[in-house]
Structures are given as structure tokens and as C-alpha cells.
């Protein structure tokens, strides 16, 4: 009977717990119409005895009785939570973690939904705390730029928060757990595909611009969330030269009639080693590096880092190589000719960076000009421009590949000329090279 009685009021509990997130689901649903996709995408379910509610990548799974003592203490927290899930999807917090420090990945993306949600000023979602949470944004978006996961969470990286802040913020942003986060693999909607959804809202969010739930917050957010991301792996063998490399072409050698004859005729082989086999190999190269003050010294050395990881991967570097490292303000202030891993080594243990003036990247195009007429180069394909983008560019079109590699978009920054490749990294990939140096 007792059993009967605890299945009961499980089922119960389900029920209720079933019929609080139907209403808030509807209840976001009318008032935020170009939500409706998502809103249909999302799965929500409940599962007892969890003690917590779960964000899981794709879906919300939410501990029922959790809900409904939620629920008591205030009628909002549960729409809150809904739409505090939603946008993770939206933005696709969950993909990204791969190349983050979990704890600051995961309060910035907290943070970050949590402020767009007060940005909306919609009443059904509003809960006693957020005049305090409210007051903390404000000082937050000023001191990292904006209230982007990204932003907030580059800003953690550099102004560490402590202790006291770190529970502050959970108190105030986490409504769900994490820790299923970076499933990639095992998701039925993928990143391309909330991709196309979060694209869709950012449409709609233009039809419906008179809505008053239309805050900058949310498209600040869906920009970063759809800005297109760049493989810098594949990027850099775009500049790799053909050349040789001594070493025996297995592929068209034949191991069988070459030692036939050496034991039939002594030191004759009947068929010799083709002793050179053609392999994409960078040989000469030019890394250039803004050196302006708003550069910061640890960015390029792991922009350095992660490039000089690229070019040693198996087949993609000569036994001898000729790459220049140029660095550069409005004048040239220091060329290191790198001939080998070693030397390469060595600059990225004990390179200094020179200058930091104002920017103009005109002297490097020059100054390369002047190293192909002395014979420096035998096939030059590239010329690879580290920079924040805020200098002079050269007009007349160099006889090589150039591409000016940047961090961030900045609309405001000068455009880069129509010949030249233009690519944005991001941030957290280069700070993933600084934690493997370290």
C-alpha cells in the first residue's frame, strides 16, 4: 500500500511538474514570437531525483519536484529557467567548451543568457534579484566590453574574479548544471543546425524590431553566436610552397626488382630509388607581427606558438627553412631569420617584442620588396600579418599571398584591401596554446 502510495504521488509530482513548464513554455511562446522555432526544438523534460536541473547541449532536463519548490518561492523561476536554457541553445554555449576553462566558460555563458533575459524586460520572467543582478551587469559591461560569453569570458581570463564574486554571480545566473556539456558526437540537432535556427531569429528579430522584448542584448549575442569561425589549420596550408624533399617515394618504388638485382648482379640494382618525392612543405614564409601597444605581448606569442605548432606537423616542414619574423609599429624594428626548429625554438623561449608606436603596415610590404631583389627568397608564397587591423595598407597588390589575421571583428577598423586574405581568430584557440606551452 505504501508502495502504491509513493508511486502515486510520484506520478503526482510529474504531473504538476509537466503542467508548470507547458505554461511557461506558452507563456514565452506569445510573448516572444521569433522564438517559436527554438521553442519547438528544445526538449524539456523531467526526471526524478536529479537534486538539479540539467542543460545537457540540447535539451533541458529538469528535476520535477526541484521545479515545483521552485515554483512556491516565486511563479517566474521556472519560465526563467525555460528561457535560460533556450538561449544557451540559441547561442550554442555547449559546443565551444573544448577550447575553455570550464568554470569561466560556464559562468560568462550563465552571465551572458541571464542578461539578455533582463535586457527583454519581459514580466514573466522577472525575479526578486535582479535589481542586484541588474547593478553587476552594468559594472561587468563596462569592464569587459560588452555582456557576450565571449567578452565576459575573456575578461575572467585577464581580471581573474575571486572567490566571493565566483558565488555572487552563481547565486545570481546558474539556474541549470553543465556537466553533460561537449557531446557533440551523441547530439541529435547539430551546431550547423541551431546555427540556421539562431539565424532565423536574428531575421525575425528584425520583423518584429517595434517588440519591446527586442533588446540589443539578444542580437549582440545571436552576432557572435553566427559570426563565421575560421579553421587556422587549414588556412595556413593555403601558403605552403611546393618543394623536395630528399627522401625515397615509396609509392612508385619497387623494393622487389632492386634487391632481385643486387643479388643477382652484385652492386646493380635494376631499378634505382626515385630519391625525390614532391610534398607540400613551407620553405619560405614571412610572419609578421603588429607590434602597436593594443597587441599584448602573451596573444602573439601563443599566435606564434600555434602557427609554428601548424607548420611542424608531419610533412608540412623543412629540414631547412627560410621564415622571417618581422616586427613592426609605423617602422620596421626587427627581422629573426628562422633556418630551423631550433631557432624557432629559441625565439619563442626568448623573443622580446620591439616598438609599440602607432601602425603602419606599409614598411614590411617594402621591406619584403627589398629582400626578393637581393635574392633572399627562392619562391616566397606568403606573407602572414598579425595585427589588430588599425594601420595603413599597402595599394598596390604585393606579387605573393598576404592575409591579415585578426582576433576579433572591429566593423570600425579599416577594411582590409580587396587582394588581400582576410581571416579572425579566435581568442580562446591561441589561449588553448598558451595553457599546453604552460
Known amino acids: 500500500m505504501e508502495i502504491q502510495n509513493n508511486a502515486d504521488r510520484e506520478q503526482k509530482i510529474q504531473q504538476v511538474a509537466d503542467q508548470i513548464l507547458r505554461l511557461s513554455h506558452d507563456g514565452l511562446l506569445i510573448h516572444m514570437r521569433f522564438l517559436d522555432v527554438a521553442l519547438s526544438k528544445l526538449p524539456v523534460t523531467c526526471r526524478a531525483g536529479m537534486g538539479s536541473h540539467v542543460f545537457d547541449g540540447e535539451g533541458l ?13 516565486e511563479k517566474a523561476l521556472p519560465a526563467r529557467l525555460y528561457l535560460h536554457a533556450l538561449l544557451h541553445a540559441v547561442f550554442y554555449h555547449g559546443f565551444q567548451t573544448d577550447k575553455m576553462n570550464p568554470e569561466y566558460w560556464d559562468m560568462a555563458t550563465d552571465i551572458a543568457v541571464e ?46 574574479p575571486s572567490i566571493k564574486d565566483i558565488a555572487e554571480w552563481r547565486r545570481l545566473c546558474k539556474r541549470d548544471e553543465h556537466s553533460y556539456w561537449n557531446r557533440k558526437e551523441e547530439l541529435t540537432l547539430s ?23 527586442n533588446g ?126 631550433a631557432e624557432f625554438d629559441a ?30 627568397f627562392e619562391d616566397l608564397k606568403g606573407l602572414l600579418y598579425f595585427t589588430d587591423g588599425y594601420g595603413i595598407y599597402p595599394e598596390q597588390m604585393p606579387p605573393y599571398d598576404a592575409a591579415f589575421v585578426f582576433l576579433k571583428e572591429d566593423d570600425s577598423a579599416p577594411k582590409v584591401p580587396p587582394w588581400a586574405i582576410r581571416i579572425v581568430l579566435d581568442e580562446e584557440e591561441l589561449e588553448g596554446e598558451e595553457r599546453e606551452a604552460t
Open 347 to 376: 625565439f619563442l623561449q626568448n623573443g622580446k617584442l620591439t616598438g609599440f608606436g602607432s601602425t603602419d603596415f606599409r614598411p614590411v610590404f617594402e621591406y619584403v620588396d627589398e629582400l626578393i631583389r637581393a635574392g633572399e
Open 61 to 73: 532536463v529538469c528535476d520535477p519536484l526541484l521545479l515545483i519548490r521552485q515554483y512556491e518561492k
Open 115 to 160: 542578461a539578455v533575459i533582463l535586457d527583454m524586460g519581459l514580466h514573466l520572467t522577472r525575479l526578486e534579484d535582479d535589481g542586484e543582478l541588474e547593478n553587476r551587469l552594468t559594472l561587468l559591461k563596462k569592464q569587459a566590453g560588452g555582456l557576450t560569453a565571449e567578452k565576459i569570458y575573456r575578461h575572467f581570463r585577464i581580471e581573474e
Open 216 to 341: 540589443e542584448g539578444m542580437t549582440e549575442n545571436l552576432e557572435e553566436a553566427v559570426r563565421e569561425r575560421y579553421d587556422y589549420t587549414a588556412f595556413l596550408r593555403r601558403f605552403m610552397a611546393m618543394g623536395e624533399a630528399i627522401r625515397v617515394n615509396d609509392e612508385e618504388f619497387d623494393h622487389i626488382f632492386y634487391t632481385y638485382g643486387l643479388a643477382t648482379y652484385g652492386n646493380m640494382p635494376l631499378v634505382e630509388p626515385l630519391e625525390y618525392q614532391e610534398s607540400h612543405k613551407i620553405k619560405d614564409f614571412v610572419i609578421a607581427i603588429d607590434t602597436s601597444a593594443s597587441c599584448r605581448g602573451a596573444t602573439v606569442q601563443a599566435f606564434l606558438r600555434k602557427t609554428y605548432n601548424i607548420m611542424q606537423e608531419s610533412e608540412n616542414f623543412f629540414s631547412k627553412i627560410n621564415v622571417h619574423i618581422i616586427q613592426c609599429d609605423s617602422q620596421i624594428q626587427q627581422d629573426v631569420k628562422i633556418t630551423e626548429r
Open 191 to 213: 551546431q550547423s543546425e541551431w546555427r540556421k535556427i539562431s539565424e532565423r531569429i536574428r531575421a525575425d528579430l528584425k520583423s518584429f524590431s517595434k517588440d519591446k522584448n
